[in-house]
């Protein structure tokens, strides 16, 4: 029978597993800031596509060019979001590693090092794809000078 771990060594790496799961709850946070986006998106996208048919000219051109840009920024919030549920995918890897390693007695510092750094580095880029739809959606609010007089 495989000894039982005493409860202060769970209790270190419950310590150790904190950082992780208050990463956890800032990506969940830009999840739902992500889908919310993407909601709105889709929402503004099937409007449009909604009075296409019946516009012509000018009209006809704005809707053509609102709807490229909303596509674009559903690309964009797509990649955001499998980038921040990779990021929280492994986030909770490092939390299972960190248990399996005390648990089993391992070594899997690196391992460990190398997950963490990967969950940043994919949270990294999901910001970065966040920051890119909003400058994206900034493109779209263009007023038109004839409003402007």
């Not at 996208?45 to 609102?66: F, N």
């Not at 648990?103 to 940043?120: N, S, Y």
């Not at 990294?124 to 007023?143: K, Y």
Request: proline share 4%; charged share 20%.
């Amino acid at each position: 029978m495989i000894p039982s771990p005493a409860v202060s060594t769970i209790a270190q790496t419950i310590q150790l597993s904190l950082s992780p799961v208050f990463m956890l709850a800032g990506i969940g946070a830009l999840l739902n800031v992500l889908a919310g986006r993407l909601s709105r998106v889709v929402d503004r996208a099937r409007a449009l596509e909604r009075l296409h048919p019946a516009s012509t000219g000018p009209e006809h051109e704005r809707h053509v060019w609102e709807l490229r840009i909303l596509d674009r920024r559903i690309a964009i919030i797509n990649a955001g979001l499998a980038l921040a549920v990779s990021s929280a995918v492994m986030t909770c890897s490092v939390v299972a590693l960190l248990f399996v390693a005390e648990l089993a007695k391992l070594r899997l510092g690196r391992e460990v090092a190398v997950a963490f750094i990967l969950a940043m580095l994919l949270l990294i880029a999901a910001l970065v794809s966040f920051l890119l739809e909003v400058r994206t959606s900034l493109r779209a609010i263009r007023i038109r000078p004839e409003l402007l007089e």
